[in-house]
């Protein structure tokens, strides 16, 4: 069956550090993606998606890498601070609106 | 603050008690969408309306009734439900995947706990 999964259910970092949050996905079906961001009590925010015909996307402070030959989907935080502290969610998309999220990491930034 | 705005934020319900979970946007999305999220869980999709019409039911039980009175208000309403359906349930809406695909945005959810 379809799934979107991550390879580490947590991350911890330091101020200032970059991020680098990984997901693997089963679903060859998937051509879109989304990486959310959910912090405690609120719902799951978007931060940035990409098209499964793009290798790299850039927004402000974050780069999501898609890599179709081995199912792998990266999110990329640059100079992470406390406010990134969350849960990170990968989700795959088709082309009818389903989306499937992956288990999600906690991501933890220490000052 | 969210565009998709969801009431109430918290509700406690008995197994035989009716009630019902709102949803409004005004973003001028035409597909709007329910989630159910377990705690330390990702969302799973339970119903997808476009253009206000059912078009994704995830073989939900049919306890959970869903209704899209206009293309702002998504509601879900709640009969008989059991211990286990306690979880958040989050609203979200798009444009409708007839194009490229289009973000979904989510309201902060309506914790229901089931006694």
Known sequence: ?111 | DTEVTQTPKHLVMGMTNKKSLKCEQHMGHRAMYWYKQKAKKPPELMFVYSYEKLSINESVPSRFSPECPNSSLLNLHLHALQPEDSALYLCASSQPATGPNQPQHFGDGTRLSIL
């Open chain 1, 1 to 111: 069956g379809e799934s979107v999964g991550l390879h580490l259910p947590t991350l911890s970092v330091q101020e200032g550090d970059n991020s680098i949050i990984n997901c693997a996905y089963s679903n060859s079906a998937s051509d879109y993606f989304i990486w959310y961001k959910q912090e405690s009590g609120k719902g799951p925010q978007f931060i940035i998606d990409i098209r499964s015909n793009m290798d790299k996307r850039q927004g402000q402070r974050v780069t999501v890498l898609l890599n179709k030959t081995v199912k792998h989907l990266s999110l990329q935080i640059a100079a992470t601070q406390p406010g990134d502290s969350a849960v990170y969610f990968c989700a795959g998309g088709t082309s009818y609106g389903k989306l499937t999220f992956g288990q999600g990491t906690i991501l933890t930034v220490h000052p």
